[in-house]
């Protein structure tokens, strides 16, 4: 059954329609799975094991009964623990709503029941979903699969553990300034961040409204044209949900993308890269060349501008959503995130002006450019995944030095609402690694608003193109202690 853990949406979609397997062995599996690993990864705050067991039962004699709800029906999914499930609490990685159960189903969880989806359990993420680590000072730190000394990327490090573990068919994370792609990137899987309004937040704690989006995080690209053509819609619930056309992401996936324009560009998004993840992006970009896309120089000279005032729009708008529980409770956040929000209290109105105008400048510049190109590409995030803090988690992690490089070339597109996706290409070597493959690099591909049907085509002519999807975390490493090379108590 080990195999089931790697395989495909589509692909334990037609092995439970062809009685190959059954949702009750998938979710049985699953579960076992995560009792296996999660001692060493972390990646849960909430398992469902007994509603998971039972909403197996009801898919499979709903599928023997003639009733099929879509590939989505009767597999396990993952949802970051800011996601609202009636009656089970969401607690945002905090103390503060660890005993709480919203009283409705987000939009987006109502969807996936709706497809026959299994809710496995509830992510781990950096508190509040303010963070690039997932070290968390109130549920412990996330672990990277590929080598547990190293962080998962942030704030869904959760959800990205439990998809390359084997944990979930596909996981839901939320992306402000790189959440959902930075941990794909750097845990080797994919995630997608659509335009902002394409997925209702109804139901999803805010962290910065007019940034937030939720998107999914999969194994392969197909996989997340599957999950997008489940959750993607009008929401009239949400004041940012826009009633835009919904395509069918699958349809086409598999077209060449011969004829296509990507831009790669001069400014921002190649500086302070390790030059081994530039090496192999570089690589990425020449098999694109090979596959028929026409790549050319990219000139955005306001892009550093429009990566700076990102920051001040996100804790801006942060620091007003907590303002008064971060009076009242201030000692109960976490050092890091407390950091941000009090920077982001102290901005005044006429930074946060200033910041919209420099947002509508970049904006105009990068319409200008989607008139040449059909997408951008560059690296997900410069570096790989960095070790973990080698101190106790309450005194602060390191996470706000690590935040401005690992969100270099992310959190701008957050700004401007753009779509953009992240897939698997390449590994960089590391010495004294727990990982004989080395660490993963995400290659971002991004493009103009509502255009995420031509991004996962170009994503999956590259995924099919190359073998980085079919490189697997070592299993039998859950198994085994974890080499110690820091002191930090969970590697213990």
């Not at 989505?72 to 949802?79: E, M, N, T, V, W």
């Not at 961040?193 to 194994?219: N, Y």
Request: proline share 6%; net charge negative; aromatic share 6%.
């Amino acid at each position: 059954m080990d195999d089931i853990l790697h395989a495909s949406i589509a692909q334990l979609a037609a092995q439970i329609r062809r009685s190959e397997i059954s949702p009750v062995e998938l979710i049985e599996t699953t579960l076992e799975t995560i009792d296996r690993c999660e001692p060493q990864l972390n990646a849960f705050i909430t398992v469902f094991h007994e509603e998971s067991r039972e909403r197996a039962k009801e898919a499979e004699a709903a599928i023997r009964g003639g009733t099929d709800l879509g590939p989505l029906h009767g597999l396990p999914i993952a949802l970051k623990d800011i996601i609202y499930v009636e009656g089970t609490r969401s607690t945002a990685g905090s103390n503060f709503f660890s005993e709480e159960s919203p009283q409705f189903d987000a939009a987006l969880v109502s969807k996936l029941r709706d497809a026959g989806a299994i809710i496995i359990g509830k992510t781990n993420l950096h508190e509040f979903a303010f963070g690039v680590t997932t070290e968390n000072p109130h549920f412990g730190a996330t672990a990277n699969p590929w080598d547990r000394s190293r962080v998962p990327g942030g704030s869904s490090g959760g959800s990205a553990a439990a998809v390359v573990a084997g944990c979930c068919a596909g996981a839901l994370g939320s992306d402000t300034g790189g959440s959902i792609r930075i941990p794909a990137a750097v845990c080797g899987h994919v995630g997608l961040k659509p335009t902002f309004g394409r997925i209702s937040v109804h139901g999803v704690l805010a962290l910065a409204q007019s940034l937030d989006t939720v998107g999914p995080m999969c194994r392969y690209v197909h996989d997340v044209a599957l999950m997008m053509n489940c959750l993607a819609g009008y929401d009239s619930r949400d004041v940012h949900s826009a009633n835009q056309p919904v395509p069918d992401y699958t349809d086409g996936l598999d077209q060449p993308i011969r004829g296509r324009k990507a831009g790669v560009p001069k400014q921002h998004f190649f500086d302070n890269v390790d030059p081994e993840v530039e090496q192999i992006v570089c690589e990425a970009i020449k098999v694109l060349e090979g596959l028929g896309v026409e790549v050319v120089e990219l000139d955005l000279p306001s892009a550093d501008a429009g990566h700076e005032v990102t920051l001040t729009l996100l804790t801006a708008e942060a620091g007003q959503f907590h303002q008064e529980r971060l009076a009242a409770h201030r000692e109960d956040y976490g050092v890091d995130v407390r950091e941000l929000l009090e920077a982001g209290l102290a901005l005044s109105a006429t930074d946060y002006v200033k910041a919209v105008r420099v947002r509508e400048i970049v904006r105009r510049e990068f319409v200008g450019a989607f008139e040449e190109v059909d997408c951008i590409l560059s690296p997900t995030a410069p570096i790989p995944a960095p070790l973990r803090s080698t101190h106790d988690l309450s005194g602060g992690s390191e996470s706000n030095r690590i935040r401005p490089r690992l969100t270099r070339n992310t959190r701008l597109i957050n700004l401007l609402g753009l779509p953009s996706i992240s897939v698997p290409c390449g590994f960089v070597q590391i010495e004294n690694s727990d990982s004989k493959e080395g660490l993963p690099v995400g290659l971002q591909i991004s493009g103009p608003w509502w255009s995420e049907k031509t991004l996962l085509q170009i994503a999956h002519a590259y995924e099919q193109a190359t073998p980085w999807h079919t490189v697997k975390v070592e299993r039998e490493a859950f198994s085994r202690v974890v080499k110690q090379r820091s002191k930090h108590p969970n590697l213990q």
